[in-house]
Structure formats: C-alpha cells, structure tokens
C-alpha cells in the first residue's frame, strides 16, 4: 500500500485515532463492575443498542482488509469478482437463521461463548473440546492476518515514518489498553468511529474514482469490452464452481466466527438485533459493491499492471484522488487512517473472543473450576497478551510449514456449522455423529489444503469437508439416534416458549 502522502499528516490522523480508542476504552470501563463479570467484560452486560450493535456487526464483517484486497481482485479477475457481493450476503441470510433462536437461547441459559451452546445442547466434552480448537484456530488465524496487516497499513499511512515493527507493536498496545480497560463495551463504540469512517471512505474513494474517469461509466465498461474483454466475458464452468463454492464457504464459516456468535448474545433485546441484521442487508452492496466499482474502475485508468503492482492498487488510487483537490487530500488521508482501526477493529473483537474461550471454556471448565468470574476475566485477558506475543512472534519469523498451516481459516471453521445450524432445530442430532462428522470434514480440509489442493473441480476443501461432514451428522444421527431421554432433554433445551422466556419486545411489529 504505497502512499505519497506527508509522513507528518498520516501521523497526526493516527495520534488522533489512538487518543479517542484510548478515551473511548477508560470511558467505557469506568466501576468494577465491567473488569469482574463475563457478561459485562466480555458481552458488554447483554445491552447493547441498535447503533453500537449494527456498527460492532459490520465492523465484525469487514475490515480494511476488505478494501485494500477485494479491489486488487476486481481488477484481475474483472467482473467474475461480482461473487464478492453475494457471499458478503448470505452471511446475513445465515445470521437471520440461527441468530434470533440463538439470541434467545442465549438470554435464558446465560450464554458467554460459542462453545457454551454446543456444552448445553449436546451435553459432551469431545464435541465441546472439538469445537473449540477449531475456532481458537481459526481466530489465531485471524489475528494473526490483521497484526501483519496493521504494520503494513501504518507504514504505507505514514510514508515510512512509522516502520512496520514500530507500527505493529504501538498500536498494539493501544488495542490491548483500551480493550483491557473497557471489554466488549469499548471494543462495540470503538467500532461505531471505525465503521463510520470507512463507510465515509469508501464513498469518497468512489467518488473521486469516478472523477477521474470523467463520471461516464457506460463508455468505461464498452472500452473495456474492446481492450479486455476476457474481464467482462461470462466465467467458464469452473470458475461459475468456484464461485458457488466460495459462497457457501464464506457463508456457512463467517458466522461461526465467535466473534460473531457473542455479538448476538451481546444484543439489548431480539428486536434489537433484529433490525440491526435488517441493516446490515445493504451493506454488501455498499461496502463491497462500491469496492468492486472501484477496482473495475481502476482496469480503465491503470491498465496493464502486473500482480504485484495491482496488490498497491488502492494507494495508488488515493494518491491520484488526494492530487485532486485539498479536500480530497485530507479525505484520503482520513480514509487511509480508517483502513488501519477497522484493521484494528476486527484484531481486537477476534483477541476480545479468544480471551473468552480460554478464560471460561478451558481455565474455568478444566483448570479451575472454582475460579471467580473476576479470576477468569484475568485470566483471559492475560491469555489475549500471551496470545499476541505468540503471533507477533510468527508474523516476524514465519517457520514455512507453521504458515501454511495458519492459511487454513474457514476451511476448518465451517465444520461447526452443523453443530448449530442443525443442533438448533433438529432433536434427533446426537453428539457422537456431531463429533465424527467435525473430526472428518475438518481432517479432508485440512489435508487438502496442506498438500496444495485448495479445490477438486473448483470445490472448495472446507465446502467439500462440510459436505462429508453433514451426511455423517445426518447419517449417523438416522441410524442411531439420541435416545428418547436425549431428544426430550434437547426440545427442553432449545425450544423457544415465548412466554417463559422469548423478549417480548421481539414480538412487537
């Protein structure tokens, strides 16, 4: 992300941002009261309203990364890369079926972590234990991605000023510092600044692409028709595959995300997070189908770059726009500085989560089962800390082997899926197929990935995992299925009666 922009501006937008995530993190955690309980710490007390909601969602959904990397893609791949927007969508179609039940499960039984309602739904350590390395993992994954990234997008940010280990390591501690003092809270209004200012962004990035250009979007895309016409063509038969593929990949895998899954225990009311999800259905095509115009934009004014120089596509872009005009300049400068905290912004909701699975699914449950909840919140924090050296550590010095095995993410985490995505509304579901089928599709993902067959016929390896993995879930479960005794403790445990527990609130409109 090469920029032009002065060292010193770049500085000035980044001391700023600290500053306010600093003040906005001791704000958040004023009292005790927010440092010793689970649910205040790590679920922001279950109060959270529509606005910090909707914005600590899409924060969840999109990052920086989103921006710097999906546009590079658009302009290699051409308009094929239009799947971006469908499997940025499904993932609220797939929120919108297990997140209202399990909002609602989750307020009755006290929910703090994902694995708590794979613990009260199936009643078994292996699944339970499973489940959870899978998504430690996948979140270590995460993590690790955005610590790379933020040192790349400060330095770029700052023309250098700022070097990449300086870069990585300051903000770092600025993210552990407000996320230590104010938990879920600080993390949910941090994200409210950080999804305004790249929505912002975005639009302007747009808008000065289009200047540019000279507004005239039709003649672009008939030029383009002329000089590349293999990126605007129909993809062939593999690519409409891996297309499909990646939909049901990214679809079923993000929401398991426990980032995710604790942001609808997280929610004030059923309502709340109802039409905060309503919300977020636009902002596929805002966030993401903007990005995509951006990069079909850019095939016209940068033509012919290689795969390297794409990769700097969108500095390149800012640069350009920022030469505009004054306004432009300090829009870009904003922009780029929005880019580095929704960076940080997913980092600390995935630390924020991992944090959570350690202190109460494996210190609480396995290590100290008499732990108070102010010990196990330190305990976790602690965990965050110990957690980040270790990735830094990776980031800097990234053994070959260790690496490829941290690429796997979504392959390995949609092997949940089933285990809530069934399990919330299938009593016969048992636990011992529930374990194989995870155990099966996670090991075919992993293989596949590991031997350098990411796909078979476009296909995914997760997709193709979780595909093996429901026939054994649904197989397994026909020919042997929980016994009587477990099906009536599994409809006790997941059906919904509205008037015991269910918001009433939600039943409004």
């Avoid at 600080?186 to 975005?202: C, E, F, H, K, R």
């Avoid at 990949?249 to 004030?268: C, D, E, T, V, W």
């Avoid at 949940?416 to 009593?427: E, M, N, R, S, T």
């Avoid at 009666?497 to 009433?504: N, P, T």
Wanted: proline share 3%; charged share 10%.
């Amino acid at each position: 992300m090469k920029l032009t922009f002065s060292g010193t501006d770049g500085i000035i937008i980044l001391c700023a941002y600290a500053v306010i995530t600093l003040l906005i993190g001791w704000w958040a955690g004023r009292g005790e009261k927010v440092s010793n309980t689970l649910g205040d710490y790590y679920l922001a007390g279950k109060n959270l309203g529509l606005i910090a909601l909707f914005f600590t969602l899409y924060a969840t959904q999109y990052s920086g990364n989103n921006v710097v990397g999906y546009a590079p893609t658009a302009y290699r791949e051409g308009f094929s890369w239009l799947q971006s927007i469908p499997f940025m969508t499904i993932i609220i179609g797939m929120y919108l079926l297990i997140a209202p039940r399990l909002y609602v499960l989750s307020k009755r039984f006290q929910f703090i972590t994902p694995a708590d309602w794979i613990t009260h739904r199936f009643r078994s350590k292996s699944v339970t234990l499973l489940a959870v390395a899978l998504m430690l993992w996948a979140l270590c994954n995460y993590l690790l991605e955005q610590l790379v990234a933020i040192g790349h997008a400060v330095a770029g940010l700052t023309g250098g000023a700022i070097p990449y280990e300086y870069a990585v390591i300051g903000f770092i501690l600025v993210m552990l510092a407000y996320e230590w003092m104010g938990g879920m809270k600080a993390v949910a209004y941090t994200d409210v600044l950080q999804g305004l200012s790249l929505l912002v962004g975005i639009v302007i990035l747009l808008i000065g692409a289009l200047t540019l250009t000279g507004g005239n979007f039709a003649e672009m895309t008939q030029d383009l028709a002329n000089s590349v016409p293999e990126k605007i063509g129909v993809p062939d038969t593999i690519t409409s595959i891996n297309w499909l593929s990646m939909i049901v990949l990214i679809g079923f895998g993000a929401i398991i995300y426990p980032h995710a899954i604790q942001r609808i225990y997280s929610s004030k009311s059923e309502r709340t997070l109802k039409r905060s999800l309503a919300r977020m259905a636009w902002m596929p095509p805002v966030t993401t189908g903007f990005v995509f115009i951006v990069g079909i934009i850019c095939l016209s004014l940068y033509p012919n770059l290689d795969v390297a120089q794409s990769e700097q596509l969108i500095g390149i872009l800012a640069n350009d726009v920022a030469a505009l005009n004054s306004v432009y300049y300090w829009a870009m400068v904003i922009f780029f500085g929005a880019i580095v905290s929704a960076i940080i912004s997913t980092a600390d909701s995935a630390l924020l989560s991992f944090s959570s699975i350690v202190s109460k699914d494996i210190y609480g449950e396995y290590i100290n089962r008499k732990a108070t909840e102010a010990q196990k919140v330190k305990v976790g924090k602690v965990a965050g800390v110990i957690a980040v050296a270790l990735l830094l550590w990776i980031a800097w010095n990234p053994p070959g082997t260790l690496y490829q095995i941290f690429v796997l993410k979504f392959e390995l985490l949609v092997q949940v899926f089933p285990a809530f995505g069934l399990g919330l509304y299938w009593k016969k579901l048992a636990a011992k197929p529930v374990f194989i089928g995870m155990l099966a599709g996670a090991l075919l993902a992993g293989l596949m990935t590991l031997t350098g067959n990411n796909t078979f016929y476009g296909i995914h390896g997760g997709v193709l995992g979780l595909a093996l993995n429901v026939s054994i879930c649904v197989i397994g479960s026909l020919i042997a299925p929980a016994s009587h005794e477990e099906q009536e403790k599994a409809i006790a445990r997941t059906e919904l009666k509205v008037a015991d527990f269910r918001d009433k609130k939600a039943t409004v409109g």
